[in-house]
């Protein structure tokens, strides 16, 4: 992918911000036929979905999986392209008993003992388990939604939902020490809405990463708009005219018939005025080491929370490409909070590894470290109308991204397809998809 950095032309929509919402409303509109110019201040596209190449390991911007099973993901790529290297579906769970590993029953048969033996040892929070699930078990796909609104579940956040439901022994520990490395967060202070849809998609498909790194993603999204994207590039205002907008950039004026922010929160703070969500934050510590501490590309967490660690994973049990031959890469994620310090420190990241997969880390060398205080923008309850996914301003301004929907990549893309989808009637452009489906219905009658 080729992006200039010449001054921007004008054109049918700008889209502002590169991230995989920007990439997907501009792929949305320029497949519809629209002039589409995006502009992005970074010097690379993906805005948080990034990778570095640091001695010959691959180190993504955090701990970031694609989820195969993500609707939206499908729709903006070919899967096949990215070369995605899955992580054994299931989790590793380290308690005062041991560690124990999970797996899901299709996709990990070999883990199933586990996994059974905590539903027997628990047969009441299993059955009250399985009925809170019961609605993500059931539901069908609506159109572009994820799964449908659920407005029938409460719209409470986890901890009250769980209680709710009667799930308060081993069975909800491991799912709130799961979820705490997948929301960034506390998990109890999460819609539980927004955490049906997550465990939805775990159950529906098994992540994992391109080989060489999440980046392979925004990268192959941006292939199709060479010539139209221009990095290193900020927006510092964008003004509604009689025709449509202005956006003043650090390389001049672009004027549009309509504009989609795809900035993140702060961004979007900054150029119109819009209120931002909390940001929920996570610091990464890479490590290599000549001996992998598992033998598997399970996830692993610790149910008693005696360390920083909200999961550590070895990244070349699933992406071998991730390190140099002869050695592995592994990864340790802890939530980042005002006033972290030394809580976060590479040392006591590097011992709670160790307590985790029961090895000496003594010989472990530490290879990069993200902090990413705006990881995800939070999402407690109630949810409301987050996970509708756009803002639209005065007709001529949508604004998208997982902070407009849920935090996650799913919803980004999912924001960015709506954005796109609101501007095609202005512009007197029909969905990309329509003729598909018109040909299919005209083939099937």
């Known amino acids: 992918m080729v992006a200039t950095h010449r001054s921007p032309s ?29 502009i992005e201040r970074s010097d690379a596209v993906g805005g948080r979905v990034r990778s570095d190449d640091v001695d010959g390991y691959v180190v993504d911007r955090g701990f970031q999986v694609l989820n195969p099973a993500y609707p939206a993901l499908r729709r903006a790529v070919d899967l096949g392209r990215l070369g995605l290297q899955p992580f054994t579906a299931g989790l590793a769970v380290r308690d005062d008993a041991g560690l124990r590993r999970l797996g899901h029953p299709a996709r990990a048969p070999r883990l199933l003992p586990g996994a059974l033996a905590a539903l027997v040892r628990n047969p009441g929070e299993a059955f009250a388990l399985l009925r809170w699930v019961r609605p993500i078990l059931v539901a069908g796909r609506a159109g572009h939604q994820l799964v449908p609104r659920l407005d029938h579940v409460p719209d409470l956040d986890l901890h009250a939902g769980l209680d709710a439901a009667g799930i308060d022994g081993e069975l909800r520990a491991t799912l709130e020490a799961f979820l705490a490395g997948v929301v960034l967060d506390e998990p109890g202070r999460v819609a539980q809405r927004y955490v049906l849809l997550v465990l939805r998609t775990f159950l529906l498909g098994n992540p994992g990463v391109p080989a060489r790194g999440v980046r392979a993603l925004p990268e192959l999204m941006a292939a199709p708009l060479t010539g139209r994207l221009h990095l290193e590039t900020e927006a510092a ?30 961004g979007a703070l900054r150029l119109l005025d819009l209120p931002a969500p909390e940001p929920r934050g996570v610091v990464t510590q890479w490590w290599a080491t000549d001996e992998a501490p598992a033998a598997d590309a399970l996830v692993h967490v610790d149910l008693r929370r005696r360390g920083p660690l909200v999961n550590t ?3 070349t049990r699933a992406a071998p490409a991730y390190a140099p031959p002869g050695s592995h890469l592994v990864q340790g994620s802890a939530l980042l909070s005002p006033g972290a310090g030394d809580a976060v420190a590479e040392q006591r990241m590097r011992t709670h590894a160790g307590e985790i997969y029961g090895v000496d880390t003594a010989h472990w060398r530490p290879i990069a470290r993200h902090e990413i205080p705006e990881a995800l923008p939070a999402l407690p309850a109630p949810a409301g109308d987050r996970l509708g996914g756009v803002v639209a301003l005065e007709g001529s301004v949508v604004v998208c991204g997982d902070h407009r929907s849920t935090p996650s990549l799913q919803g980004a893309l999912s924001s960015g397809e709506r954005a796109a989808r609101l501007l095609l009637p202005r512009l007197g ?4 998809d329509h003729g598909a489906r018109a040909a299919r219905v005209a083939r099937a009658g």
Do not use: F, K, N
Request: aromatic residues 0%.
């Open 10 to 38: 004008d054109a049918d929509v700008v889209v502002i911000g590169a991230g995989v919402a920007g990439l997907r409303a501009a792929a949305v509109l320029h497949e519809a036929g629209a002039e589409v110019v995006v």
């Open 313 to 315: 994973a070895v990244m």
């Open 429 to 432: 452009l029909a969905h990309p």
């Open 237 to 266: 205002s964008v003004r509604t005219v009689a025709d449509g907008v202005e956006v003043s950039t650090s390389a001049g004026t672009v004027r549009a018939r309509a504009a989609v922010c795809a900035a993140d929160a702060a």
